[in-house]
């Protein structure tokens, strides 16, 4: 079975500093997708940064940025710079095989000024 | 066009009646994909359509559930003698291609309460 885990239900940060949101992920397939997606208070979900498994290169974002750590099945996304707008709830999402993606619990992050 | 859109934005219901979700897409996607969020959960994939073929519906939780696509434009998501547990936010998302690994442009949902 396929699963993502998102441990933190709930983060902080100040604004300007730095936070990592973790995710592992529990997958049989040797290729697949890895996806982080922001849900801001307005309720509409946005991609913030994607991978695909068979790069070794981590993905960067403007101020995002993820640690994939393959063997580890590990996916965790680091924000710099932590700006008010980011507050929102944030999404780890697998797609492996077809067009099913699997959806982590989420985690809040709270940007304080 | 603009982006992904959703009605009703909100919709309360008395349990046992019918409800139906719209989707309208952003003109020119060819995939769809219907989720649902329980509060406090993840996304749960519901159903994909490609065009107006729906290729797996086993994610739709049951026989109450129904969806249809005309063409490659709006969907409809119904839900019929509704039970309080399909209380939740239904997310709409389209793609621009057939390919699943395309990014997802989601609508801002519909919050369905069932009393």
């Known amino acids: 079975a396929q699963t993502v885990t998102q441990s933190q239900p709930e983060m902080s940060v100040q604004e300007a500093e730095t936070v990592t949101l973790s995710c592992t992920y529990d997958?049989?397939?040797?290729?697949?997708?890895l996806f982080w997606y922001k849900q801001p208070p307005s309720r509409q979900m946005i991609l913030v940064i994607r991978?695909?498994?068979?790069?070794?290169q981590n993905a960067t974002e403007n101020r995002f940025s993820v640690n994939f750590q393959k063997a580890a099945k590990s996916f965790s996304l680091k924000i710099s710079d932590s700006q008010l707008g980011d507050t929102a709830m944030y999404f780890c999402?697998?797609?492996?095989?077809?067009?099913?993606?699997?959806f982590g619990t989420g985690t809040r992050l709270k940007v304080l000024a | 066009g603009a982006g992904v859109s959703q009605s009703p934005s909100n919709k309360v219901t008395e349990k046992g009646k019918d409800v139906e979700l719209r989707c309208d897409p952003i003109s020119g996607h060819t995939a769809l994909y219907w989720y649902r969020q329980r509060l406090g959960q993840g996304l749960e994939f519901l159903i994909y359509?490609?065009?107006?073929?729906?290729?797996?519906k086993s994610g739709l939780p049951s026989d109450r559930f129904s969806a249809e696509r005309t063409g490659e434009s709006v969907s409809t998501l119904t839900i019929q003698r509704t039970q309080q547990e399909d209380s939740a936010v239904y997310l709409c998302a389209s793609t621009p291609g057939y390919l699943s690994t395309d990014t997802q442009y989601f609508g801002p949902g519909t919050r369905l309460t069932v009393l």
């Open positions: 359509f490609q065009g107006n073929s729906a290729p797996d």
């Open positions: 999402a697998l797609l492996s095989g077809t067009y099913k993606y699997i």
């Open positions: 991978q695909e498994a068979y790069k070794q």
């Open positions: 997958t049989s397939e040797n290729n697949y997708y």
